[in-house]
């Protein structure tokens, strides 16, 4: 199984369970070949008023704990709201041509 990337831009997971759930039943975890297969991509803006950085910052905190930190990238952009920018739009593509095989 090919490695799977997943990017999350200016938002939250709102049931924290479903994540570890979803993810087993998804990648099939019972087959040690697929486990630690999916790589998490999640950004926001500091000055995001529709959801909050504490918001954003749970959300990072549950998706670690499932995925753990080594399949996790995370960044937070000073001063942008919820927009994206050429800053963040850089860090995708770089952590997409990680994942993503040619």
């Given at each position: 199984m090919d490695t799977l990337g997943v990017?999350?831009?200016s938002?939250?997971?709102?049931?924290g369970p479903k994540i570890k759930r979803e993810r087993q039943g998804f990648l099939g975890i019972e087959d040690p070949s697929t486990k630690n297969k999916m790589k998490i991509f999640l950004a926001h803006g500091?000055?995001?008023m529709?959801?909050?950085m504490r918001i954003f910052r749970d959300t990072r905190k549950r998706v670690e704990k499932v995925v753990g930190s080594e399949d996790?990238?995370?960044h937070e952009y000073a001063?942008?709201?919820h927009v994206t920018s050429g800053e963040e739009l850089r860090d995708?593509?770089?952590?997409l041509e990680k994942v993503v095989p040619e």
């Open positions: 990017v999350g831009l938002g939250y997971l709102p049931k500091t000055k995001d529709l959801v909050p996790l990238e995370s001063g942008m709201g995708v593509c770089e952590f």
